[in-house]
């Protein structure tokens, strides 16, 4: 009964973290806007954290750069299990105009295995949140596999 | 130290008003007009001139061609994690193939969120030539229905009649030494020709060079895709494949 | 019988399970009534509960330079702490635990959860989290010197330190915020309780914009999910102590529809000092909540004591 009430407060509470890996601050706008009264994430329990080790959603935007390729895979490496990589934008997706350029490293795929994809350029802040709520129900999946 | 809160009378005014939330997972949102979504694509009017490729920055749009007799199947794929969503695909398109929707909600798996479409485009046939294999036997001729092709054992002479071939393809499975072929269809100009240029202009590959001072008009075959944009393009009604 | 007594009082009323899904509760009205003034609608009530438990299940990572005792102790201290103050609170005119001179245990109590905020902080390495716990000794420095004060004077004014004794002079003199010398001191409390529950305009020691968390950088899992739950319960805590010193003659004859009022009285406190600051004011610089707290606050508080002083 415990295990269950776990499980459903880990579909009820998502946090998420933002991390910007080059991107052009569009989508990171959009994440922003999508917390809003107007849009309002919060009504699904999202809350932004300051650090990677509260997170259970990571927000990626932005084709990863050379530079901050080393600090994504240290940032991913602290978040606590179970949690869910979303690539917001299609920057982090397919490095979009970026692509094959001297300084970027990416697309996402290449680091860790992306769970949810919102595409757009940039996304709408109504994307990232059926995103979210799209996660949130690969969180809960991830937790009933992590007790097996 | 001085203390000023400005927010304070819309904070306690809030207390009672509605709330300014969308609720929009509940709610589906109509986004605003010229609103530029996911790319619909509508291979019935795809010529497969490539265009749209060549103006898409990220490189989003990819084409495979599968050669099958009598044509190719093309697919067009639009990958909408690569996207910009700038649009300039739809607008080079002149066949209006490629529109933007309204779709916003992309969201998934990066390879659910594609357009994918398949056509078979036929292509068409060029002039019936023969290849030095040949060796008269004359089935080609036999086999004819139009009765188009005359062979000439003891001269070792083959012709066809331009005028009476229908393309029918017959003659060419009958060939015993696979001697016969149709040749790559050209484009070709009448002699209403203008020397506008449109033809030029509307290229994609840029195959077609027209020189007006010395009324000359060429295509490049190596280049040229078949796609017939030049054709529907011609004021003059002259050009054709 | 009488061990039974009492592990029912420290374990669920009024100890640990009592204030835990109080504060809980209470935290989700918080959480609610910011969303409701800044015009969203704002989480479910159950909010905070949800939290505690996908916290209680994640995984925890204890890193490499963490001290692992005092990381892994620091919050079930705070904890425990909290649900021991419960004790000596009256709520509804009972309190579990009461004796001579609880006003002084009260306020040693009520230092432990920000001193175990700076000790897990410190121990868990992090150059965040060190300046997290230097803000938090500010801030804790900053409050303690007016709720000293408050406490005194109403001390003085009822002439005994036992909260038993303090409720029972406002059960037949009316409730000590009708007295007019003890006004100050009830703004001063009600302006400390927001810095001693660290909510949005003081909470510079996990100000997550700017520090990542502050003290709770390394923190993740049950630890973290612990503190969240001593965030709750110090809210609950304090505003039920608000209750007891100044609106502690409210009685109904019945105890549990005391309570009742009481909670309700809580969660009106809640939104007075916890969500109204939340939703109208940014976060303080450090400077600036030591300067306000040691001036304005502290006048207030020193205004009652003086007054108590003279008997008035």
């Given amino acids: 009964m415990f295990n269950k009430l776990i499980e459903n407060s880990t579909a009820k509470s998502p946090w998420l973290y933002h991390m910007n890996t080059g991107s052009c601050n569009g989508c990171d706008i959009e994440i922003v806007a999508a917390l809003t009264p107007h849009f309002d994430a919060e009504r699904f329990g999202c809350k932004l954290a300051g650090t990677p080790r509260h997170a259970d959603i990571i927000l990626i935007t932005g084709p990863v750069t050379e530079q901050s390729k080393d600090r994504l895979i240290r940032t991913l490496e602290q978040v606590p299990e179970p949690y869910v990589v979303m690539a917001v934008g299609s920057c982090p997706n397919s490095c979009n105009v970026f692509k094959d350029s001297y300084s970027v490293a990416g697309p996402l795929e290449k680091y860790c295995h992306v769970d949810v994809s919102v595409s757009g350029c940039a996304c709408k802040p109504e994307a990232i949140m059926l995103g979210v709520v799209k996660a949130t129900e690969i969180l809960k999946e991830k937790r009933r596999a992590m007790k097996k | 130290m001085s203390f000023s809160f400005p927010y304070l009378k819309y ?11 969308d609720m929009y997972p509940l709610k589906k949102k109509e986004v605003a007009p010229g609103y530029r979504g996911a790319i619909a694509y509508d291979p019935n009017k ?149 020397f506008c240029g449109l033809c030029a202009k509307n290229c994609p590959e840029e195959a077609i060079t027209v020189d007006r001072p010395n009324k000359s008009w060429s295509v490049d075959p190596e280049k040229c895709v078949l796609c017939g944009k030049c054709v529907s393009k011609c004021p003059k009604k002259t050009l054709c494949i | 019988m009488e061990i039974l007594i009492a592990l029912v009082r420290i374990l669920i009323y009024p100890g640990l399970l009592f204030v835990a899904v109080g504060g809980l509760l209470l935290a989700g009205i918080d959480r609610i009534l910011v969303a409701k003034m800044q015009r969203r609608v704002g989480p479910p009530l159950v909010q905070p509960f949800y939290d505690f438990f996908k916290l209680m299940g994640k995984e925890t990572i204890i890193p490499h330079h963490a001290n692992r005792t005092a990381y892994l102790a620091a919050p079930v201290i705070a904890v425990v702490s909290l649900a021991v103050t419960m004790l000596f609170i009256p709520l509804g005119g009972f ?218």
């Fill in chain 3, 95 to 312: 309190s579990a635990v009461s004796g001579t001179a609880d006003l002084i245990v009260v306020l040693y109590l009520l230092t432990i959860p920000a001193v175990c905020v700076i000790v897990g902080g410190s121990a868990s390495g992090s150059p965040y989290a060190g300046v997290g716990i230097s803000r938090e000794m500010v801030a804790m420095m900053s409050y303690e010197l007016p709720l000293v004060m408050v406490l005194l004077a109403v001390a003085k004014k009822v002439g005994s330190l036992s909260l038993q004794a303090i409720v029972a002079y406002q059960f037949q003199n009316g409730c000590m915020l009708f007295h007019w010398s003890m006004i100050p001191a009830a703004i001063a409390l009600l302006l400390v309780i927001p810095g001693e529950a660290g909510v949005q305009p003081f909470d510079l020691a996990e100000a997550e914009t700017e520090i990542c968390e502050g003290t709770l950088a390394e923190y993740s899992g049950a630890p973290l999910g612990m503190f969240e739950l001593n965030h709750a319960m110090k809210i609950f805590v304090l505003t039920a102590l608000f209750t007891a010193l100044f609106l502690g003659g409210i009685d109904t004859g019945i105890v549990p529809l005391n309570v009742v009022i009481t909670f309700v009285i809580c969660g009106v406190l809640v939104w007075l000092c916890c969500s109204l600051p939340h939703a109208i004011c940014a976060r303080l610089r450090i400077e600036r909540l030591f300067k306000f707290y040691w001036t304005i606050v502290a006048g207030l508080a020193a205004l009652s004591l003086v007054l108590a002083w003279f008997g008035l």
């Fill in chain 2, 46 to 194: 795809c010529v497969n001139c490539g265009m749209c490729m060549k103006v898409c920055s990220p490189g989003a749009i990819t084409r495979t061609e599968v050669e099958k007799d009598g044509g190719k199947e093309i697919t067009y794929r639009f990958d909408w994690t690569s996207c910009t969503f700038c649009g300039m695909c739809h607008d080079f398109c002149d066949e209006k193939a490629i529109t933007m929707t309204d779709h916003y909600e992309m969201v998934g798996n990066a390879e659910d969120l594609v357009t994918v479409a398949t056509y078979f485009k036929k292509t068409p046939a060029g002039k019936l030539t023969v290849s030095d294999d040949c060796v008269f036997c004359g089935l080609c001729a036999k086999n004819c229905p139009e009765s188009a092709i005359t062979v000439d054992r003891a001269n070792k002479s083959w012709t066809v009649d331009e005028e009476k071939c229908v393309k029918c393809g017959k003659c060419i499975s009958k060939c015993p030494k696979k001697a016969l072929a149709f040749a790559k269809p050209q484009v070709k100009c009448g002699d209403d020709c203008v």
């Fill in chain 2, 11 to 21: 904070a306690l005014g809030n207390l009672t008003k509605k709330t300014s939330c």
